[in-house]
């Protein structure tokens, strides 16, 4: 073997040529893009929605209904040709998604477009789809409706005699695998399943029947999600396989043993923080009444309940508000817990249950998360994206910005990581790579 000594030395002019072109190469950076049909929205801080830091002066190039590049101007160059939208001093983030939602029968439409005027671009309906909703939620699959990216549970489980009322109630465990049969013959994404005693004023569904419903659930491939209350019914719940919850822990505080349980098991939690005070919050901040978007997304009738300034008096003394708030203390100090012990929290508003207004809501949620649970605005917003998504199916492409996943954006006028409150101002919102026309629906005058 030769001795590196014995190699000739290359001589002095080729070195200077070789490292003449490696300037030149490193000179002209990434390769031009051809920007023909392509949207690039260029010089806007990026929060991606995993929780990444965020990226400025970034560069996002969507073409058809996909991100194409995402990154920093040095490593995304403007493309030449296509639509170029100066982003200078704006805030891109995903489109968000939220994990806990309510659609009422006849109301889909406006209920939709509320959210995506707020730039909720996924939902997931969590066990209220009656009527004509199923079909409704088809249409929007097709295409025909305008709405978000839907991921149903169908009709949930309760009590026959439970909390809420109206839902499947089965009286046995073979009664319970056959409803599931049914529910997954309809296709549906997953199971919900109330397990709550509605301030121990109702019977919970038995243990044996949850257990069962898990079990044939998993036969058929299909994730369960649980409503919950009490502590001891998490334990339940994950005995039987349950790993995803909304909600969460209200009749006191978890102790160790529960915080290591949760980070072995990796479940996750979905608290609607927002709905769980807003029993009194409006009634508390009756400024809200004034709030454009807040008003647009309650139904008339309740509307008219809470301008009513006896009934906001009502809210306040009521004996059930003062045990709602004792619930949503433990709530919030548990909430705060998991995440600090790195159990994962997700993003579910319970948008069209009580006070809570359809696309308002979801921004409303994001401020408890941060201001009642403690997450920070960057983690909150992960918890709208890619950790909500990952909640949806194996492998989305949708909750985050990157290369090659939908063009589902979010663009906004201020920093949402210096209040997160921000969120509210959105310059513009895209949707599978198409700009929505925004707007403020009214409520739909009943049929004459």
């Keep these: 073997m030769k001795s590196l000594l014995s190699v000739p030395p290359v001589p002095f002019p080729l070195l200077t040529m070789v490292f003449v072109a490696a ?10 893009i051809d920007g ?7 010089g806007a801080t990026l929060i991606d929605g995993t929780g990444a830091p965020p990226v400025e002066d970034a560069v996002v190039i969507v073409r058809g209904d996909r991100i194409e590049r995402a990154g920093s101007r040095q490593d995304v160059p403007v493309p030449e040709g296509g639509e170029v939208i100066d982003a200078t001093g704006k805030f891109l983030i995903p489109g968000l998604v939220d994990l806990h939602n309510h659609y009422r ?32 939620i088809a249409e929007a699959w097709a295409g025909n409706v305008a709405a978000p990216r839907i991921f149903t549970a169908g009709v949930g489980f309760s009590h026959p005699e439970g909390f809420p009322p109206g839902k499947l109630g089965p009286a046995t465990e073979e009664e319970a695998r056959e409803m599931v049969r049914d529910l997954a013959a309809q296709k549906v994404d997953l199971i919900k399943m109330w397990v709550d005693t509605f301030l121990d004023t109702r019977p919970k569904i038995e243990p044996g029947i949850r257990a069962a419903i898990v079990d044939e659930a998993a ?29 969460g822990v209200r009749d006191g505080e978890v102790d160790d043993e529960f915080v290591a ?10 608290p609607a923080l927002g709905q769980a005070k807003t029993f009194w919050w409006v009634a508390e901040n009756p400024e809200l009444l004034d709030d454009e ?56 508003s319970d948008s069209g249950a009580g006070n809570i207004a359809y696309g308002w809501g979801t921004h409303h949620e994001l401020e408890a998360l941060v201001e009642d649970a403690g997450l920070t605005p960057l983690k909150a917003l992960a918890a709208a994206g890619a950790a909500a998504a990952a909640e949806l199916t194996d492998d989305p492409d949708f909750g985050s910005v990157a ?10 006028t201020a920093d949402p990581l210096a209040d997160i409150r921000n969120t509210r101002r959105i310059d513009r919102v895209m949707q599978a790579g198409l700009w929505l026309e925004r707007g403020l629906p009214e409520f739909p005058q009943p049929a004459e």
């Design 23 to 32: 300037l030149a190469a490193c000179a002209q950076g990434p390769p031009a």
């Design 36 to 42: 023909a049909g392509t949207i690039t929205i260029a």
């Design 105 to 136: 029968d006849g109301l889909e439409q406006w209920s939709w477009a509320l959210q995506l005027h707020a730039g909720v671009l996924t939902v997931r309906s969590l066990g209220s789809d009656h009527g004509q909703t199923p079909a409704m």
């Design 219 to 247: 036969q058929h491939g299909i994730p369960v999600s649980a409503h919950v209350f009490f502590e001891d019914d998490v334990w339940q719940l994950v005995d039987a396989g349950v790993r995803s919850f909304v909600h």
């Design 261 to 270: 349980m949760a980070q072995e098991n990796g479940l996750t939690f979905a």
């Design 293 to 348: 978007e807040f008003r647009a997304g309650i139904q008339p009738p309740l509307l008219e309940r809470l301008l009513d300034a006896e009934n906001r008096a009502a809210m306040l003394a009521s004996e059930t508000t003062a045990k709602r708030r004792v619930a949503f203390d433990y709530m919030a100090k548990f909430i705060r817990r998991m995440n600090e012990a790195g159990v994962v929290i997700t993003l579910g």
């Design 403 to 412: 290369e090659g996943m939908a063009a589902d954006l979010v663009l906004l």
